[in-house]
């Protein structure tokens, strides 16, 4: 599965580089998560036009990450 990224950098450095600046949360730890799954090909990721990010699994999930929630789309 392709996965979709900006720049040169790995999903998963771009995920710590954001929480890097505060102790991790919950959600910088689920992002860490999921840019590894990118990483490692089980997932790609893309910003919506309403600027959610769509989250699609290998196994064939989809899933809007929003900035309070995540919902399953398929």
Known sequence: MARSSEGSTDATSQTQAAGSRRKPDAK???LATIGELVDDGKAEWNR?????IELRLLTGEVFLLGDVFVTRVA
């Open 28 to 30: 910088s730890l689920v």
């Open 48 to 52: 919506t036009a309403t600027g959610e």
